[in-house]
């Protein structure tokens, strides 16, 4: 869950709390800032993890390591 934070990445209600659920989503509907800011950060995030930076960075260690 380190890169679930909420109101920066996702909005964090606890699994049982229906009230809260939907007081997060009518949030979201009336806030569009807070809405795309949690796209931007949630897309920047995502390609911070993307499959071909990950290979680069294991190929790098790899090499650091004098293992390639």
């Known amino acids: ?3 679930s934070i909420h109101g ?6 606890k699994p049982d709390d229906l ?18 800011k949690i796209q931007r950060n949630g897309v920047e995030l995502a390609q911070a ?4 930076r ?3 960075n294991f190929y790098r ?6 293992l390639l």
């Open 19 to 36: 009230e809260t659920h939907l007081a997060l989503t009518q949030q979201l509907l009336r806030e569009p800032a807070l809405k795309e």
């Open 61 to 66: 260690f790899l090499a650091e390591q004098q």
């Open 49 to 52: 993890y993307s499959m071909p």
């Open 8 to 13: 920066e990445t996702c909005l964090m209600p």
């Open 1 to 3: 869950r380190g890169f």
């Open 54 to 56: 990950e290979r680069d």
